[in-house]
C-alpha cells in the first residue's frame, strides 16, 4: 500500500489522486498502530533551493515497525548537512522525504520490540533515514532515541544529535584527547564547535576556541574556552603561530578549505587535526607534517559504527545528567520558516550556537 500512496502523491496536480490518498491515508494509519490523525510535515519533492521546501497537510502518520518508536516532535534541529541532503549532494537518492535528522519531543507509541521507552517519555533522537523530524511525528528505530531530561527544553533537546554526537566522535575517538591536552576548537562558536568547548573543558583540556564576531567571541568564553580568537581577523593566524607555546595537541577543524594548511603548523609533535567540515579542496604543504609525525584524521558521525554510535549515546547521556550538555540556541523558527533555516545554517553572519524548528507546540 505504501508503494501506491507514494505514486499516487507524486502526481500533486491531479485532484481526484489527491482525494485517493487522504483515503488511502486514513486506511494506513486505521491500519498501523498509532493514533488516526494525519500530520503536517515539511516535503521536499525535488532536490533544489530552500523553495523546495513546502509545508504539506494530511500526511500520512508513519507506520511504525517493531523496534520503532513514533515520536510527536516538538521541535527539530537544523545541521548544514540537512542543506546538503536537500541539494542533492548527498548521495542520497530517496524522494520526496522529509528533512530534519535531530529533533525533540514525546513518545506517542512503541513497536513491540522496544525495551527501553514507553508513551509519554520526552525524548531527542538524530539520524533518521525515511522519515525527518520537520513532521509532526517521526519513526525511529530505538537506538536513535535517547532519554530527554527534564532539565533541558525541546529546542535544546532538538540541538543534542549532530552536534554533540559529532564532537564527541572528533575529539575523545578521532582525536583521542585526554585531560591535560591542550585543543584548538576552529570554529567554535557554532552547533558543534560550543558541543566540543563545552565537552573538552568537563574532560579536563585547556581550550582555545575561534569565532568571526565579538558575539561569538564572548559566547565561546562564557562556555568555558580559556582563550579566543576570532576568524576574521586577518591576524590571528600570525598571533597564534607565535608562540610555540601555544601549539595544540588536538585541532577540531569546522571549514578545512581555509585552515588545514594553518592546522598543520599549529600542532604539537604527534598532534592530531580532525576534518569535522570542508566546504572544497584546499593547498597544504605535508612537509609540515613529517618532522612532527602528526596526523590528519577525517570524522564523519554517518560513518560510525554501531558499538560507536552507542559508546557516544551513553557518553552524551551521562553528559546530560552530569550538566555540561548544555546546548546554546540562537533562533527557532516556525514550521513554515523551515526553508529561511536552512538559508541561515549556510550564509550565517556569526554563528551564536544552534537554529533549531518549532515543529509543533
Ligand atoms: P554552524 O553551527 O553553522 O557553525 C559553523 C562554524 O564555522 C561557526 O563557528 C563559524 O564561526 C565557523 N567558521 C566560519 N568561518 C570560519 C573560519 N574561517 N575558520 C574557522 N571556523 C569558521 O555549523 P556546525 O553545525 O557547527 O557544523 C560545522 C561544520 O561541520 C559544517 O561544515 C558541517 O557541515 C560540518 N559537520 C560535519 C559533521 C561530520 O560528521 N563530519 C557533523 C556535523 C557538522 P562564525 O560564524 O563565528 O564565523
Request: hydrophobic share 40%; glycine share 10%.
Amino acid at each position: 500500500m505504501t508503494g501506491n500512496i507514494c505514486k499516487i502523491i507524486r502526481n500533486k496536480n491531479n485532484i481526484k489522486d489527491k482525494l485517493k490518498v487522504l483515503v488511502l491515508n486514513k486506511i494506513m494509519i486505521s491500519g498501523s498502530r498509532m493514533s488516526s490523525r494525519a500530520m503536517r510535515a515539511v516535503y521536499v519533492r525535488k532536490f533544489g533551493a530552500v523553495d523546495q521546501m513546502k509545508v504539506e497537510e494530511n500526511v500520512a502518520v508513519p507506520k511504525l515497525e517493531d523496534k520503532q518508536i513514533l515520536i510527536k516532535i516538538y521541535m527539530s534541529g537544523v545541521n548544514p548537512v540537512d542543506t546538503y541532503i536537500r541539494e542533492g549532494d548527498f548521495g542520497w537518492s530517496s524522494k520526496p522525504y522529509v528533512p530534519g535528522i535531530d529533533g525533540s519531543g514525546v513518545v506517542e507509541a512503541v513497536g513491540s520490540e522496544v525495551t527501553q521507552f514507553k508513551v509519554g517519555d520526552r525524548v531527542f533522537c538524530s539520524q533518521t533515514v525515511r522519515y525527518g523530524t520537520l513532521a509532526e511525528f517521526t519513526a525511529m528505530d530505538e537506538d536513535h532515541v535517547f532519554p530527554l531530561a527534564d532539565s533541558l527544553d525541546f529546542a535544546q533537546g532538538a540541538a543534542i544529535g549532530i552536534p554533540y554526537f559529532t564532537a564527541y566522535k572528533a575529539l575523545l575517538l578521532k582525536g583521542r584527547a585526554k585531560k591535560g591536552d591542550r585543543v584548538l576548537v576552529h570554529g567554535a562558536s557554532g552547533s558543534v564547535g560550543l558541543a566540543a568547548v563545552q565537552l573538552a573543558k568537563a574532560y579536563g583540556m585547556t581550550v582555545v576556541g575561534t569565532a568571526g564576531t565579538a558575539e561569538g567571541l564572548e559566547l565561546v568564553s562564557s562556555q568555558g574556552a580559556d582563550a579566543v580568537y576570532n576568524h576574521r581577523d586577518s591576524s590571528y593566524m600570525d598571533k597564534l603561530k607565535k608562540n610555540p607555546e601555544t601549539k595544540f595537541d588536538v585541532i577540531l577543524e569546522m571549514l578545512s578549505n581555509v585552515n588545514l594548511g594553518h592546522d598543520l603548523e599549529l600542532m604539537k609533535p604527534k598532534g592530531r587535526t580532525i576534518i569535522i567540515g570542508c566546504r572544497g579542496p584546499v593547498t597544504i604543504n605535508p612537509r609540515d607534517m613529517m618532522g612532527p609525525e602528526t596526523e590528519v584524521i577525517g570524522c564523519a558521525l554517518f560513518s560510525s559504527t554501531p558499538e560507536e554510535w552507542n559508546l557516544i549515546g551513553e557518553r552524551v547521556a551521562e553528559g546530560i545528567s552530569s550538566g555540561w550538555v548544555k546546548p546554546v540556541i540562537n533562533k527557532i523558527y516556525d514550521l513554515h520558516k523551515a526553508g529561511e533555516a536552512h538559508h541561515d545554517v549556510i550564509h550565517s553572519t556569526g554563528a551564536k550556537g544552534k537554529l533549531v524548528v518549532r515543529v509543533q507546540e
